[in-house]
DNA sequence: TGCTCCTGATTGACCCGTCAATCGGTTTTC
DNA sequence: GAAAACCGATTGACGGGTCAATCAGGAGCA
């Protein structure tokens, strides 16, 4: 699965070119009305070739979920590491999320719409990675807590569920949208975030 | 559509004993997997009855999803005519959601698995519907803005995505445990919720 | 009561389009 | 020259929706 060979001369990397072809059309018809043909249609290559590269169509889209929910996990990792404000560190976990959108708002619609959203396919398949990183936002929490910072009546996982889940929901109205989203509103998504939910945390 | 038609005699209600049938097994096996014959088959029923009663298979989770949402927004709605505090009317609206969950676990399961968050296939389809109660909710919003209740900082439509996205996940994680849920639990997620939210609109 | 007719519910075999995946071949590259 | 990359026609499973046939019970009639 590592392969990713050191790509030939002057090649493009066709493997790659599948893979971004499979973020558009993903984003624009839904995984599951894609056929692997519109992959490679849009990909400008051969309908063969997606399974030169790839097992099957499943696997495409697990490429893409992993090669970026990985990212995510680290930054929430790295964001613990800090000695920031337990505040400051949900920000940054927030953060992330909306920065991701605003790098490659198709790339995360897919990744919403057909994995973390997805309870009876691709959800269930990567739960184990999609837990891993509500564990590490209740972990913020919880530190959060025990350094006084956050009130503590509140199960941590709980707060981690609303959080992300709050983050997802706003990201979800863009994706239906579809419309351009102003940098400035990236800003303002994540304050309001943090402000309500962390506010809402602090000790009475 | 509402045909319903007064059964003869004992006969029961088969399209009750349909609809029924394809809430077991849409929660079971998803939507997208489960097949007309399965639903025929849960309901002990031939395979062409379904389309006697209904004209595709689409049309059977729409009567599902609609039975219920149509619900929703009534509940809504009677919460904002209330001369509770704007709180409390957002604990309604979270403890009506949390109280559809208590009631059919498998329905509410189908129902935000396929439709709320199915971005590409009948959440575009229902979106209108959908956004009718993320409406209702900022309404409030707005509303205990004005009150001086909540703080005016914030736009009511973003709290309310929060409000709810944050409802959602608390039930995501339900169904994806697929676990009986105590009682208590239910009391317990709502007073979180409305705790967390709601003091975090309080102003300062 | 017994018979026929009629209506609409019920049945399930079958048609038919749709893809995912395979495979045998051709071209490129080293 | 051989291995890897590339091509796209072909296959075969699969499942939604159709429809002609059957069945059951009520109405009309004598």
Chains 1, 2 share one sequence.
Not at 138 to 149: F, K, L, M, N, P
Request: hydrophobic fraction near 45%; glycine fraction near 6%.
């Amino acid at each position: 699965m590592e392969q990713r060979a050191a790509q030939r001369s002057g090649a493009v990397d066709k493997r790659r070119q599948i893979l971004d072809a499979a973020v558009t059309v993903f984003a624009r018809q839904g995984f599951h009305a894609t056929r692997v043909s519109d992959i490679a249609d849009e990909a400008g290559v051969a309908y063969g070739l997606v399974y030169h590269y790839f097992n099957s169509k499943d696997q495409v889209l697990n490429e893409l979920f992993l090669e970026r929910w990985s990212l995510l996990l680290a930054a929430i990792e790295e964001a613990e590491k800090t000695d920031a404000s337990h505040r400051d560190k949900l920000g940054a976990c927030a953060g992330f999320i909306f920065e991701s959108y605003r790098h490659d708002p198709r790339l995360m619609k897919v990744i919403i719409v057909e994995v973390t959203r997805a309870a009876n396919s691709f959800g269930r398949t990567h739960l184990e990675e999609i837990r891993r990183a509500y564990a590490g936002i209740a972990r913020i929490v919880a530190d959060g807590q025990e350094a006084g910072e956050f009130r503590a009546d509140i199960d941590p996982r709980f707060a981690s569920q609303a959080f992300y889940g709050a983050i997802e929901q706003l990201l979800t109205e863009w994706i239906f949208d579809d419309v351009e989203v102003a940098d400035a509103r990236f800003e303002e998504a994540r304050n309001l975030l943090v402000t309500t939910i962390c506010d809402g945390l602090e000790p009475r």
